[in-house]
Each structure stands twice: as C-alpha cells, then as structure tokens.
C-alpha cells in the first residue's frame, strides 16, 4: 500500500489494529457478564479503546488524499486519548469509590484535554515530542496504587502496571522510530502497535480481575 505521495508503507500497517477491533468485540461480552451493575464503567474501556484502534485501523488502511489523510491524522492522535481516559474511567470505577475516584477522573480528563490540544499543535514535531505526553497521562494511576490494589486486588494492580508499561514501550518505539526490521512488510510502525494490543489487553485482564475481586 502507498500514500498519495507514493511512499510505501508496510504491509502490516494498521492490520494490526483490525485485528484489535474484533478481539475486543469478541472479548467484551465476558467481561460484561461479571460486571454485575457496573456495565456502564466497563463500556467505557470498550468504547475507549474500540475508538483509539478503529480510528488507526482506518487511517492506516484507506488511501487518503492529502487532506483528508492530514485530517485523518489528527483524529487517530487524539483517539489515543479517548483508550487512555476511557480505560482510567473504567478502572476508577470498578477499583475505586468517593473522592478518590472523582479525583482520580478529573486530573486524567483534565490532563487528557491538555494533551489533545499539545498534540494538535505540534502535530509535525519529532515523534517523541507527541509520544511524551501519552506516556505522562498515561501513568497517572502511578499516585493511586494503593486504593487501586485495596478496590481491584494485587492482581488487578500488576495487569495495570503491566499493561501501562508495554504502553510505554510502544511510545519509545514510535518516539526513537527503531526498530526498523522490514520496511517493506513489519516495522517500528508495526512493534509500536503490537505494544497498544499488548497494553489494552492487559488492561482487560486488570478490570476481568477487578470485577472479580468482591
């Protein structure tokens, strides 16, 4: 596949994300049936990540023209955002209760909105600058551990924090744009992705333990 300017892309690019869609529509409904009153939350993650991935799959894998491919960049940036704050939703909301939730809701939305409009602006700057303030939302659960071991259980915690890092993996692969294996078929591109589905499906398993902590 090539862009409009004739450049060559893997061909591996955005296949990856496809397949998250499905995975995750077919996963869903498990992890609904043992939310048991807390659906709502749940559909948050679901919808957050289903977002960020259908959004990149359709950048990656349709032919643009230039402008729309322009615009079509912006979106799949920003829905990054939307599996970020739809996956704190989720687990503020199964883990935590009170003031401890609603803090932990408003600092990540408030920071991800932040981060959209930085994002936005420096939308044509070296990839690490959009990669850092992912990273740096993203780790916002960092400050709340402890309320999130005691809500979710000491499994929940690690798939949070396992999930969190290969997130974090995958934004230096973008940001440092290495590994190049196969330019023609599998690349840095590709690895950054793989890491997304390593790091949501993480995050299933910390909410699938979570919902069965009580």
């Known amino acids: 596949m090539s862009t409009p ?3 060559e892309r893997p061909l591996w690019r955005g296949w990856l994300h496809v397949g998250g869609v499905v995975l995750l529509a077919a996963f869903a409904p498990l992890l609904l049936s043992r939310a048991h009153g807390r659906g709502l939350w749940i559909w948050f993650y679901l919808v957050g990540v289903a977002t960020m991935m259908g ?4 950048f990656h894998r349709v ?3 230039t402008r729309a491919r322009a615009a079509w960049r912006r979106v799949d940036h920003s829905t990054i955002y939307a599996a970020i704050v739809g996956t704190y939703l989720a687990l503020a909301g199964v883990t935590l209760t009170g003031r401890v939730r609603t803090t932990l809701i408003l600092l990540v939305v408030a920071a991800a909105l932040v981060g959209i409009v930085v994002g936005q602006v420096a939308l044509g ?3 690490w600058v959009n990669a850092l303030p992912y990273v740096v939302v993203g780790w916002g659960a960092i400050f709340f551990v ?5 809500g979710g259980g000491l499994w929940c915690l690690i798939w949070v924090l396992v999930g969190g890092l290969a997130y974090s ?5 973008y940001g440092a744009k290495r590994p190049r294996l196969n330019p023609k078929v ?3 591109h590709e690895v950054f992705h793989a890491l997304t589905l390593v790091g949501a499906g993480a ?4 909410l699938y333990s979570a919902l069965g902590h009580r």
């Open 125 to 127: 700057a070296p990839k």
């Open 203 to 206: 995050h299933y398993l910390a």
């Open 63 to 65: 032919t643009w023209s």
């Open 5 to 7: 300017t004739g450049v």
């Open 146 to 150: 402890v309320p999130i071991e005691r």
């Open 55 to 58: 959004a990149s799959a359709l």
């Open 186 to 188: 599998f690349s840095y």
């Open 169 to 173: 993996v995958g934004a230096a692969v």
